[in-house]
């Protein structure tokens, strides 16, 4: 991989989504549901998917394969996000998102078994400890609160695991036999498919569209969710001009941005947060994988 443009892309995916992971909670602090952020993530597809248009001078692969891999990609990704939202109802971030984080454990096996794919000393090492970083980024020291229908949310948990695992492999797949903007604008066109499924899963979305205030607190949520969607876009590049065995570890390394900014901002609002040795540790993890993933 004498082409560092996988790594490029990949930063800006670690950052964009990093910066997302922050601002986040913002959401359910101004009452949005998370019908209704999946359903304005999904809009802020449209603009990107336009933008991937542009630099592929209007190219859109609409032939049946494309669309199949495309859709696959896209549907795998989008149902994802909508089985996370229910499975988040259910139970707490601190056990659903250690199941979902490893979700590269997936798409690395699969692209060894059927893609061939290799890794040097460095990188394998480097897996190793960001798969490290992930699982220590994604737990949290506080665990008070009952969890309900405990079954249900681990069985949801493990469909996303699966689902966004598979979507990885399939994202690199597809990048070999299709161009990266129209893999994009098929996972728009796929979220974009699952709006009405995200309306009506509950009346959450109805209500807050009927609510007060509903202009602002969209644009805000649209602000929020757009940096989302351009880290999926640079996620799309990176698959194309890297191996999965690397792009997928280190793209699960964006909860250390998040953490880092987290502490800027509490820091900035006279509200310091200490980490937990959980975050130190998957802090100095994600770094050293960083350095490693990239030799």
């Known amino acids: 991989m004498k082409n560092k443009l996988w790594l490029v892309f990949i930063l800006i995916t670690v950052i964009t989504w990093g910066v997302w992971g922050a601002f986040s909670g913002y959401q359910i602090q101004h009452g949005i549901p998370d019908t209704v952020t999946y359903i304005i993530w999904a809009l802020t597809m449209i603009p ?48 659903v998102y250690p199941f979902i984080s490893m979700s590269p454990v997936i798409v690395i096996t699969l692209a060894a078994i059927f893609l061939k794919e290799r890794a040097t000393k460095w990188q394998i090492a480097g897996i190793i400890v960001a798969l490290a970083a992930i699982l220590l980024l994604s737990l949290e020291s506080d665990q008070s609160g009952s969890v309900s229908n405990m079954v249900l949310m681990i069985v949801l948990a493990c469909l996303v695991l699966l689902a966004w695992g598979i979507q990885g492999f399939f994202m690199k797949f597809a990048n070999n036999h299709m161009d990266a903007e129209s893999i994009f604008c098929w996972m728009a066109l796929s979220g ?25 607190k969209s644009a805000m949520c649209f602000g929020i969710q757009i940096l989302n969607s351009i880290g999926a876009l640079t996620l799309v590049y990176a698959y194309r001009h890297g191996k999965a065995v690397i792009v997928s570890p280190m793209e699960g390394l964006s909860p250390m941005v998040t953490v880092l900014l987290s502490f800027i901002i509490a820091y900035i609002f006279n509200e310091p947060v200490e980490p937990t040795w959980f975050q130190i540790s998957g802090i100095g993890c994600a770094a050293f994988a960083m350095y490693a993933l990239s030799k």
């Open 48 to 95: 990107c998917a336009i933008t991937a248009l542009i630099i592929n001078k209007g190219k859109f692969l609409h032939d049946w394969k494309s669309a199949l891999l495309g859709c696959t990609v896209g549907l795998l990704g989008a149902g994802g996000q909508l089985a996370l939202f229910k499975a988040l109802t259910f139970g707490p971030t601190y056990i």
């Open 192 to 216: 974009l498919v699952l709006i009405p499924v995200a309306y009506f899963m509950n009346g959450d979305a109805a209500a807050f569209f009927a609510g007060e205030e509903v202009w602002s």
